[in-house]
């Protein structure tokens, strides 16, 4: 059984809700200035014997468009399911100076997510939506964003608003932030190509 949310626009530059976006963020950030540290708290409801015992999750994707994210809940913590577009892949390249761990060598993602993309379909990016510095929720920031809190060659990613964390498209931490490492990818396999289960994989 599955656990979703709405799929939501990561908010592309043609995006005409951008300016609303941006001021929402605005106020994140000035949340962030006051030192105030807003951890996820989980506001889905799965059973208690799936909660219990951290039962994989069977999710849905067939009605994900290309530049949107899903959210699921497993372990109580959220993951999202990004549907990427072939812009968002190409930008992924070309900044790896900028990241801290750009191969993904640390253990935060199954072997088969240890690529360039960080996913087992490049189309499609797994991840644990909690950051690793004090376990706050990013938000997405597409490329081309005039957000003052991403620098001018931004090329869309993540922004933890409580202490100002940054990660690329594929969870990628840049050097010298807060967070320590890169956003974890959660064990997962297709069912079908627009079916995954999360928390399990082919893996033994």
Same mark, same amino acid.
């Given at each position: 059984m599955s656990h979703t949310h709405t799929a939501q626009p990561l908010l592309l530059p043609d995006d %005409?809700?951008?300016r609303t976006w941006l001021m929402a963020t605005g106020v994140a950030a !000035? +949340? &962030? &200035?006051? !030192?105030t540290a807003v951890p996820f708290v989980a506001s889905f409801t799965p059973s208690e014997r799936a909660r219990a015992m951290g039962a994989a999750v069977e999710v849905d994707i067939t009605d994900l468009a290309p530049g949107e994210m899903k959210t699921v809940e497993w372990r109580g913590k959220p993951v999202w399911i990004v549907r990427r577009t072939p812009q968002m892949l190409a930008a992924l390249g070309g900044?790896? &100076?900028a990241l801290a761990d750009p191969l993904s060598s640390r253990e935060q993602q199954p072997g088969y997510a240890? /690529? &360039?993309t960080r996913s087992a379909r490049p189309d499609v990016f797994v991840a644990v939506g909690i950051c690793t510095h004090l376990g706050c929720s990013p938000t997405a920031v597409a490329q081309g964003s005039p957000n003052?809190? +991403? %620098?001018s060659d931004w090329p869309g990613g993540y922004f933890c608003p409580c202490h100002g964390s940054l990660f690329d498209g594929a969870g990628r931490v840049y050097h010298n932030m807060p967070a320590p490492t /890169?956003?974890?990818v959660p064990p997962h396999r297709y069912l079908s190509d627009n079916r995954i289960i999360i928390g399990e994989d082919d893996v033994s």
């Open positions: %005409p809700e951008r !000035g +949340v &962030a &200035a006051t !030192g900044h790896d &100076a240890q /690529n &360039a003052p809190s +991403v %620098p /890169n956003l974890e």
